[in-house]
């Protein structure tokens, strides 16, 4: 019998219009800038073949040199301006929904929880990754 996953989701409301929310998730050069769960860690490169099919991988570090990991999958579906899926190196789940509200966009993100931390911490750390792209977002003006 296969074991259910725990789903975990995060979400947020970003002053921006779709176009801009979108491109700003979807770009290397600005994944660098917001992908990042504390002020201690950074994203030192990014790949994104955004297509159905296409593989992405985010190298992540602490600042001081401590740790790092590669954050990386494969595109299931692709939506533009609606929707991303993909599945994660260790198999998990990820599905991402953007709907705009005009010069809003709100975006839920809902991904298969892992077994080594907890709920509790999986969700902290993935929803301060989206509190940092908002923030990012909204501070560059056009």
Same mark, same amino acid.
């Given at each position: 019998?296969?074991? =259910?996953?725990? =789903?975990? %989701?995060?979400?947020? %409301?970003?002053?921006?219009?779709?176009? +801009? !929310?979108?491109?700003?998730?979807?770009?290397?050069?600005?994944?660098?800038?917001?992908?990042? &769960?504390? /002020? /201690?860690?950074?994203?030192?490169? &990014? $790949? #994104? /073949?955004?297509? %159905?099919?296409? *593989?992405?991988?985010?190298?992540?570090? &602490?600042? @001081?040199?401590?740790?790092?990991?590669?954050?990386?999958? !494969?595109?299931?579906?692709?939506?533009? #301006?609606?929707?991303?899926?993909?599945?994660?190196? @260790?198999?998990? *789940?990820?599905?991402? %929904?953007?709907?705009?509200?005009? #010069?809003?966009?709100?975006?839920?993100?809902?991904?298969?929880? $892992?077994? $080594?931390?907890?709920? @509790?911490?999986?969700?902290?750390?993935?929803? &301060?990754?989206?509190? #940092?792209? +908002? *923030?990012? !977002? $909204?501070? !560059? =003006? @056009?």
């Amino acid at each position: 019998m296969e074991k =259910k996953s725990i =789903k975990i %989701t995060v979400n947020t %409301t970003v002053n921006a219009p779709i176009e +801009k !929310v979108w491109l700003f998730w979807t770009e290397p050069n600005h994944i660098m800038k917001w992908n990042n &769960a504390s /002020d /201690d860690w950074h994203t030192i490169s &990014a $790949e #994104n /073949d955004l297509r %159905t099919g296409g *593989k992405f991988l985010s190298r992540m570090e &602490a600042k @001081d040199g401590s740790f790092g990991f590669d954050f990386y999958g !494969v595109y299931d579906e692709i939506i533009l #301006n609606k929707r991303i899926s993909y599945t994660l190196g @260790d198999e998990r *789940k990820v599905d991402i %929904t953007f709907l705009s509200h005009g #010069n809003e966009t709100e975006i839920n993100e809902t991904f298969d929880a $892992e077994g $080594e931390n907890s709920i @509790d911490l999986q969700k902290q750390g993935w929803q &301060a990754i989206m509190d #940092n792209f +908002k *923030k990012y !977002v $909204e501070s !560059v =003006k @056009d």
